[in-house]
């Protein structure tokens, strides 16, 4: 038979064949195409096989011997895990240093960081959110009190969510791949940045983006250019959001609801741009998150607008590729202006499934906790069904949100019928 090493992630897969279909070792031998030795010597081995696995060696194909290195190896990646715990971004270097101060010099070259990578399986990333500096406590009371509220109030058509993100319409990635050994020389990076601000409700819908640029009127503008585009195009000196641009746009969205003849539940952040004068909207009830939340309460930060951004950087790429020719990237970046980034950010807004919006505000449990016919039911969440008991007590008799929409109660129920 040929020879052939297996990784400890196959020879665990051994084992959980062994254990949960029983088979016996020839059997196993023919599916793994190895020796029946090689699977006897792999079921002797089953618990330092399942430790090495669990502490991520599932690559490599021999366990570690050298008990040394690998007690050095644990102590070296318990500071790695104490140094992600804090927030602190950990580089090579920063493992190298560390591993020469506790080893005295003699180990924490490079060569020895390589196999290090490779024995505890370690990844480089970006970190993600602002996750350590948010009060956990603040946000398990947002969803344990403050979602049930809503949801039991609201209709999910009537539930909406706004927020503002920044995009570097015409700027290219900065990491990159390269082959080993030969030069990866970087172009001049644009920095141009709009502003856009979205909203979505809890059925899944989208409305118009609204867009936040420098300029009044680009020079790549044509008269009716932005008729075919489901979009607002408004400038500001800053391309930053402020309340004059907000009160206008809340105000096109309050008559939208007169003409509709319904009224809404609007979620938004702290931000002082977003402080207008809410009794000029009686259709629109604000309910802002808690703040320094965000990253945690609100739906289009839990991947509507990343989900959004790839598909526009997506875009920007196919521009790239098509007129790949040029002598450099500056050269193809410098003939994308405003109007393409537009029609991009149309196109991608639109591309956004009303699946990924809905799922998006159920990662952050904005669902109906009491409908059991529902998908994402959390049978964890008893703050639903104690309130109804609460509302039975005063003798309302109603003992489901289907009973509260019957009897047409708006103290509880917050909607107009068409």
């Not at 088979?23 to 399942?50: A, C, G, H, M």
Request: net charge positive; hydrophobic share 35%; proline share 3%.
């Amino acid at each position: 038979m040929r020879r052939k090493n297996l990784t400890i992630k196959e020879k665990n897969l051994i084992l959980d064949e062994k254990e949960n279909q029983p088979k016996n070792v020839l059997d196993l031998s023919f599916e793994f195409n190895v020796s029946k030795w090689t699977i006897n010597r792999t079921l002797k081995q089953k618990k330092p096989l399942q430790e090495a696995f669990t502490n991520g060696q599932g690559k490599i194909t021999r366990l570690q011997k050298n008990t040394d290195l690998i007690e050095f190896d644990s102590k070296v990646k318990a500071w790695i895990m104490s140094c992600a715990s804090k927030g602190i971004p950990i580089s090579a270097t920063m493992i190298i240093e560390y591993t020469k101060q506790i080893s005295n010099g003699t180990k924490g070259s490079w060569g020895w960081f390589l196999c290090f990578k490779k024995r505890i399986n370690l990844k480089l990333g970006s970190t993600s959110c602002e996750r350590l500096s948010i009060n956990l406590k603040i946000v398990e009371n947002w969803r344990n009190f403050q979602i049930p509220t809503i949801m039991i109030n609201w209709q999910h058509e009537f539930i909406y969510n706004c927020d503002e993100t920044a995009l570097f319409w015409r700027q290219t990635p900065v990491k990159t791949y390269f082959i080993s050994k030969t030069e990866h020389i970087g172009d001049k990076l644009f920095h141009e940045r709009i502003t856009i601000l979205f909203c979505v409700n809890r059925n899944g819908d989208k409305l118009a983006p609204l867009v936040i640029s420098r300029s009044a009127k680009p020079r790549c503008f044509y008269s009716n250019c932005l008729k075919d585009l489901d979009l607002k195009y408004v400038s500001q000196i800053n391309s930053w959001m402020n309340r004059e641009i907000f009160y206008d746009w809340v105000s096109d969205l309050h008559s939208t609801l007169v003409q509709q003849n319904k009224k809404i539940l609007l979620l938004l952040d702290n931000f002082r741009g977003h402080n207008i004068q809410q009794q000029d909207f009686p259709l629109i009830t604000f309910k802002f998150l808690p703040a320094g939340t965000t990253s945690l309460t609100q739906p289009l930060d839990g991947g509507i607008i990343k989900s959004f951004k790839s598909k526009y950087l997506s875009l920007f790429m196919k521009n790239i590729i098509e007129n790949i020719d040029a002598n450099h990237i500056s050269d193809v970046v410098k003939k994308i202006n405003i109007l393409n980034a537009l029609n991009w950010v149309d196109q991608s807004w639109k591309n956004i499934s009303s699946e990924t919006i809905t799922n998006c505000w159920c990662h952050f449990k904005y669902f109906d906790s009491y409908n059991t016919n529902e998908s994402h039911v959390n049978s964890d969440n008893d703050e639903v069904p104690e309130l109804l008991s609460a509302l039975n007590q005063l003798n309302l008799n109603c003992c489901s949100y289907d009973d509260l929409l019957d009897q047409n109660n708006f103290d509880f129920v917050n909607f107009f019928y068409d």
